[in-house]
């Protein structure tokens, strides 16, 4: 099974992941693109917590009692600008009205039910660069480890054009706290001008896993396990927006030793 999982290039689903289709326990993430006036639901299981986050455009959303108007605003992912997100609990239906075109993301992850719906504004999430040189991002932290969740850790990712990122290659699939955690991870990628293309390795230490993907505007990487840099080509910028999830709620990585003399400088 390809760890690549292309996006439909037209109609409302661009692309989907479930735990069943990716063979494993944790993670769950789907996109959506809207029309200016059109209206979608998502519900969400009775054992999984989600995460909306408004990629691009401005829509309207409520979960049960809670409404929340003219949430989003960008006017694509490339815009210096945090998202809007709406966490929410299992069993919860997030009703969306578009009020311009729009495109949504959805994480889930394994939840009992103890936290209630809320939003995230773009003020409460913490942005940083990481990284010098050509392996300079810009990263904005939209569900992290210090907001609530129960399972859930969301986060995006600007690489410029040139630029490496996930790097040096890391990975998180060993339960070595506090040295390294066990989290399953999707990346769901863009790219400026969308004609291009990224490139995305993952690979384990003993190799049984090792698979390198040009990857389109809207495709999704699945990382069960092992080391996964991305790496962006001359002429253009990337943007990913990343869902990890594990038995615990702790990111932890190992760098992969072969490729650590480069920051250990």
């Known amino acids: 099974m390809s760890l690549l999982v292309k996006a439909m290039p037209t109609g409302e689903?661009?692309?989907?992941?479930?735990?069943?289709?990716?063979?494993?326990?944790?993670?769950?993430?789907?996109?959506?693109?809207?029309?200016?006036?059109?209206?979608?639901?998502?519900?969400?299981?009775?054992?999984?917590?989600?995460?909306?986050?408004?990629?691009?455009?401005?829509?309207?959303?409520?979960?049960?009692?809670?409404?929340?108007?003219?949430?989003?605003?960008?006017?694509?992912?490339?815009?210096?600008?945090s998202p809007?997100?709406?966490?929410?609990?299992?069993?919860?239906?997030?009703?969306?009205?578009?009020?311009?075109?729009?495109?949504?993301?959805?994480?889930?992850?394994?939840?009992?039910?103890?936290?209630?719906?809320?939003?995230?504004?773009?003020?409460?999430?913490?942005?940083?660069?990481?990284?010098?040189?050509?392996?300079?991002?810009?990263?904005?932290?939209?569900?992290?480890e210090t907001e609530p969740a129960e399972s859930l850790l969301v986060v995006e990712v600007l690489t410029p054009a040139g630029h490496s990122s996930s790097y040096p290659p890391h990975k998180h699939d060993t339960d070595a706290l506090p040295e390294e955690s066990v989290l399953e991870e999707t990346y769901y990628h863009r790219i400026d001008p969308p004609q291009g293309f990224a490139f995305q390795r993952v690979y384990t230490d003993t190799r049984d896993i090792?698979?390198?993907?040009?990857?389109?505007?809207?495709?999704?990487?699945?990382?069960?396990?092992?080391?996964?840099?991305?790496?962006?080509?001359h002429g253009y910028r990337g943007y990913y927006l990343n869902v990890m999830a594990g038995p615990r709620r702790e990111w932890h990585f190992r760098n992969d030793p072969a490729h650590e003399w480069m920051i250990a400088r």
Request: proline fraction near 6%; charge should be neutral.
């Open 13 to 81: 689903a661009i692309v989907k992941v479930t735990p069943q289709t990716a063979h494993w326990k944790h993670v769950g993430f789907e996109a959506r693109r809207l029309a200016a006036g059109q209206r979608t639901e998502i519900a969400l299981p009775s054992d999984r917590e989600g995460c909306l986050v408004v990629l691009a455009g401005t829509v309207d959303v409520r979960v049960g009692a809670h409404a929340w108007e003219r949430l989003g605003g960008r006017a694509s992912v490339f815009e210096d600008r």
């Open 84 to 144: 809007h997100a709406v966490y929410a609990p299992p069993s919860s239906v997030f009703s969306v009205s578009a009020r311009t075109d729009a495109e949504l993301a959805i994480a889930s992850a394994p939840a009992s039910g103890r936290l209630d719906a809320r939003l995230l504004t773009p003020e409460s999430m913490k942005r940083s660069v990481r990284g010098t040189g050509s392996n300079t991002r810009y990263v904005c932290d939209i569900l992290p």
């Open 210 to 233: 090792d698979e390198s993907m040009a990857v389109g505007d809207h495709d999704v990487v699945m990382v069960p396990r092992g080391y996964h840099p991305v790496v962006m080509p």
